[in-house]
Antibody
């Protein structure tokens, strides 16, 4: 059974930092590109970042570029999101999700999601 | 960036009736090399992560009831629930994966009338 378990959320002051983790199990983590998607309270879904299986190629939304860094440790089956210079508008539930495997390739839509971890940026 | 616009923002339908949600993209999501539309639909129930319903605009994900169907091509897409059940109360999102940044529609809230 595929499981994605996020952790690391919490309350942080504006300008502060947090590192989110997503522990994966039940699938070949090292083969799958992964992504972070966030949802502000009462709002819609916003894609944040993605990383290819090898960890070299990374992608970011303009809203977080230069402040957030996505990474992965395939030996630990874990995805990370380092968040620096946090702003009030970064307050959201952060979900990790894996790309969809279809016909020998991976596509950036998501069949498995974690339960999310809440990040609150407030003084 | 590709902008995804859903309509309506909210919808109330009687049990057993049809529900239709529309999604329009600011540019075509049809990838010419494989003739696939890079459009997915999700259902999000309160307090839950999103659940994938439909991909390639019209392919139902495994385990999704056949009352859910997707249609459309290019820039205009539709999610249809043929006979609304109580458990279908949720917010529905479309998502394009034609290009990064990946973008979602703003969501459509579906309720029982």
């Amino acid at each position: 059974e595929v499981q994605l378990l996020e952790s690391g959320g919490g309350l942080v002051q504006p300008g502060g930092s947090l590192r989110l983790s997503c522990a994966a199990s039940g699938f070949s983590f090292s083969s799958y590109p992964m992504s972070w998607v966030r949802q502000a309270p009462g709002k819609g879904l916003e894609w944040v970042s993605a990383i290819r299986s090898g960890g070299v190629s990374t992608y970011y939304a303009d809203s977080v570029k230069g402040r957030f860094t996505i990474s992965r440790d395939n030996s630990k089956h874990t995805l990370y999101l380092q968040m620096n210079s946090l702003r009030a508008e970064d307050t959201a539930v952060y979900y990790c999700a894996n790309y969809y495997f279809y016909s020998s390739d991976y596509y950036p839509f998501f069949d498995y999601w974690g339960q999310g971890t809440l990040v609150t940026v407030s003084s | 960036d590709i902008v995804m616009t859903q309509s309506p923002d909210s919808l109330a339908v009687s049990l057993g009736e049809r529900a239709t949600i529309n999604c329009k993209s600011s540019q075509s999501l049809l990838y010419s090399s494989n003739n696939k539309n890079y459009l997915a639909w999700y259902q999000q129930r309160p307090g839950q992560p999103p659940k994938l319903l439909i991909y390639w605009a019209s392919t139902r994900e495994s385990g999704v009831p056949d009352r859910f169907s997707g249609s459309g091509s290019g820039t205009d897409f539709t999610l249809t629930i043929s006979s609304l059940q109580a458990e279908d109360v949720a917010v529905y999102y479309c998502q394009q994966h034609y290009s990064t940044p990946l973008t979602f529609g703003q969501g459509t809230r579906l309720e029982i009338k």
